[in-house]
Every structure is written in C-alpha cells, then in structure tokens.
C-alpha cells in the first residue's frame, strides 16, 4: 500500500516541476520565484514522507538478522 502512495507523492512533485518550467517559459522574474517556491514544497513533501516510511518499525527483523538472534540465544543457553 506504501508503494503507490509514495509514486503518486512523486508524480505529482514532477508534475508541480513541470509546471514549474512552464511558469518559467513566460520569462517573467515573478515566475522564477513560484518555480523555487514549488520546487521546494515538492521535494520537502516527497522527503518528509520518505522520511516517515523510513522511521516506522515492521515488527520482525529480516531473516538473517533473526538467525543471528537466535544463534546468539543457542550459544548462551550452551555456556
């Protein structure tokens, strides 16, 4: 479920750059202001979400990780 909320979060960051670079096409020194402005909005949205995703905890530690544990656990239980 994260995956297609994440490409939509960058699709519409591209999408907001696109428009961006047509804004700049007119050639006027405002446009080049509301281009920063939303290039800066796109990439703090798609950085924050990324950042989000990054700090949540699944739960299970991935398979390697657990047979290390539980090699671990075997060793002192053997001492």
């Known amino acids: 479920m994260a995956a ?4 939509v979060i960058v699709f519409a960051a591209a999408g907001l750059a696109v428009a961006a670079i047509v804004l700049l ?3 006027s020194w405002w ?3 509301v281009a920063l402005v939303i290039h800066a909005a796109a990439t703090t949205a798609v950085v924050a979400y990324s950042l ?3 700090e949540q905890d699944e ?4 398979p390697v990780t657990e047979a290390r544990v539980e090699e671990k656990q075997a ?3 053997h001492r």
Not at 4 to 7: C, N, T
Not at 59 to 62: A, E, I, M, W
């Open 25 to 27: 096409a007119t050639q």
């Open 75 to 77: 060793e002192a239980h």
């Open 31 to 33: 446009a080049l202001g």
């Open 59 to 62: 739960g299970k530690p991935d």
């Open 52 to 54: 989000r995703r990054a």
């Open 4 to 7: 297609p909320r994440l490409m």
